[in-house]
């Protein structure tokens, strides 16, 4: 159902959208987000840095720009996006036109909190010189954790920009842009705010805390997450502070881009294929092996494909991996994984591929066309995470007709349906049970790993079974309108306690 309200505009602002940057399932998710809300008749606007490489959109304004005395001329260029809305890429070369995104070689610039309060306050400013006010403003992740805080702070009597309520969206709770607290000066940021209610962690400031306590509403990106990182397990040192903010704090599983990632229309394929027609997979299993430079005898094309594409780090359960190393090749399967990461985990799966090249394959690297390949080439995809906020890559096997094998953690266990062969997963469920999708296991172990993995191969020597399983997962529904409805929920009660109106709050238990 539509919101029967009058739809509103909403400022999104965030480090990373496709088609402009990606190193991660953020960036998929702003790449898509701004379109859902549209077709729900939203206004929507995305601000994000104009990074190196990026040459999209004509030039609206120049303005200068100052945050805590460090002055730069800034540009926003304008891009449409589908739908009807908007991308604002903040240019500021000196900040932005660096060889990464983040920093170099995967690490972190030692400006990254003037970095990213330069994209927030140019974001918001500009609104504002154009009079033009959201009605909402989505903050994501600790890059634009300052957006609620400025907006409580500096901007809280602004004469256009007072009084905007702020959504701020966790991805992930392990990256909490924790700074130095001399950064607040240079931030334009008093000292009031290095309290334990506000920025202060243990003596430093952070970003990810300020956008938690600021803003109005808080969401993470499954439900079961939005659970999960309110206990100590899952919390990362945050859970006491997300406790605080239960009553505000909702979960909002992620969706898929159902156009870019769709079997019956993806070019990366070498042939289109549907659950009423497999076939198309077959070819793009035997196209998988030759790109991996593995055999494509009818042995091989036979044998489970196993895949993993991934940031290779522990987050992901590469340690589990690791330690089964030596069990990986004797198992009735080919393996592959696309991924980079740490050092000692790319060797590692070089290493594997060397010595084991009828059975293994490695490439380290960023590859989305090869990534498309890989979800519809495989038979399993494997993502064994110690802690998953919502995952896209489990979403995309199921609509490609890939088993996924995931431990029961966010998004994983909320998108994927442990296999019970009591469990009825082929037609509908009389039972009121949901269908199986895939293979679930609980403990963080290589051997929860290897049962889980075990019970899958031995499910794909049973074809009908397999097959049925394979069709359940492709019958799921995870693209961006039903998030994007929750969304827009989530937006109207952040307006409505802007305005001082209290409910009773979401309410997710602890
Ligand atoms: P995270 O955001 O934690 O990295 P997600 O599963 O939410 O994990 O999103 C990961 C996204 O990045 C997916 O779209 C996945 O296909 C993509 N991805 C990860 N590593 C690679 C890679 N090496 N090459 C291409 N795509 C990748």
New binding site residues.
Partial sequence: MPSRKKPGSVLIIGSEAVPFA???????VLGTLPQALARLGWDVTLALPRYRGVDEGSLAARFPLTVGGYTREVGIFEVSLAGGSRAWLVDCPDVFDREGIYGPGGGEYSDNPRRFAMLVRAALEFAALRGARPSVVHAHDWQAGLAPVYLKTRYATHSVLGGIPSVFTI??LAYQGLFDADWLPRLDLGWDLFSIDRLEYWGRISLLKGGINEAEVVTAVSPRYAEEIQTPEFGFGFDGILRRRRADLAGVL?GIDVERWDPEHDPFLPRPYSADDLSGKDSAKAEVLVRYRLATDGATLKRPLVAM???MID??GFDLMAALADELPRLEATFIV???GETRYQDLWTGLAARHPDRIGA?I????A??HLI?AGADIFL?PSRF???????M?SLRYGTVPVVRAVG?LADTVVDYAPSRRFGGASSSGHKKSTGFVFQEYTPQGVLEALNRALALYADPKRWKALQRAGMAQDHSWDRSAREYVRIYERAIKKGFGIRDSGFGVRG
Avoid: V, W
């Avoid at 990606?22 to 998929?28: F, N």
């Avoid at 906020?389 to 489990?394: R, V």
């Fill in positions: 990606k190193t991660g399932g953020l960036a998929d991805h992930n992620n594409i991934s940031r987050q992901k696309l991924g980079t490439h690297g960023f590859d989305e090869l990534a979800e993502m998953e906020p919502c995952g896209l890559s489990q995309y998004g």
